[in-house]
């Protein structure tokens, strides 16, 4: 079984450029999850879908951070315009219900010069 | 926010010895989970406790977990190389579902 995929695994990018990361994550999985990590930090809770319904966004910088889940299975998270502290490793995960085991994919390391 | 906080935030050992970090949080949860982050990787699920759980053992993992003090352990024994890693807790809060993690600990593990 195919894990959570996330694409790409790296991004360089100008500052106040756009930039967009995918996650497919493991199907059947109704619940996921976009996570923040900054270096030697926890992850932190960017949005939570239960299916194609964003039910916590509390944490989502609104004003420049977008995401969707389309039919309730692949997700896009999208940042315009970037700004230099949004460098970080942005974490996929999923699982078959809320606060069940999530499963994580590898991360999209976003890096604005 | 973070719900949980790791203890210690680094901790150094040798093979063989055992590894224990703490974790502490604030509200009452529905379960806990430990998870484990190589450099430069995505995060491993462990071990899941449920509130109504005391010990759980999985390999070389016994987690602990102390609702009447917002509190649990990891403890890997006989610990290798290939230990080396992050150490996170994760909790499920009772009335919000979504799954909120510490700050982690760091293990280095010698040969």
């Known amino acids: 079984e195919a894990g959570v995929v996330q694409s790409p695994r790296y991004k360089i990018i100008e500052k106040k450029q756009p930039v967009a990361f995918w996650c497919n994550p493991i199907?059947?999985?109704?619940?996921l999850y976009w996570y923040l990590q900054n270096l030697g930090q926890g992850p932190e809770l960017l949005i939570r879908?239960?299916?194609?319904?964003?039910?916590?966004d509390s944490q989502l910088p609104k004003d420049r951070f977008s995401a969707e889940r389309l039919k309730g299975v692949d997700s896009t998270l999208k940042i315009q315009p970037a700004e230099l502290g949004d460098s970080a490793v942005y974490l996929c995960a999923s699982s078959t219900s809320p606060g069940a085991e999530a499963f994580f994919g590898q991360g999209t390391r976003l890096t604005v010069v | 926010s973070q719900q949980g906080e790791e203890d210690p935030q680094a901790l150094s050992i040798q093979e063989g010895e055992n590894a224990t970090m703490n974790c502490s949080y604030k509200?009452?949860?529905?379960?806990l989970q430990w998870y484990r982050q190589n450099s430069g990787r995505g995060l491993v699920h462990l071990i899941l406790i449920r509130s109504n759980e005391r010990e759980k053992h999985s390999g070389r993992l016994r987690v602990t977990l102390d609702t009447s003090k917002k509190s649990s352990s990891l403890l890997i024994t006989a610990s290798r190389a290939a230990d080396t890693a992050s150490y996170f807790c994760a909790t499920a809060p009772i009335g919000y579902s979504t799954l909120t993690f510490g700050k982690g600990t760091m293990l280095l593990v010698s040969p």
């Open positions: 879908y239960e299916n194609e319904e964003a039910v916590d």
């Open positions: 199907s059947g999985h109704n619940t």
């Open positions: 509200t009452s949860i529905n379960n």
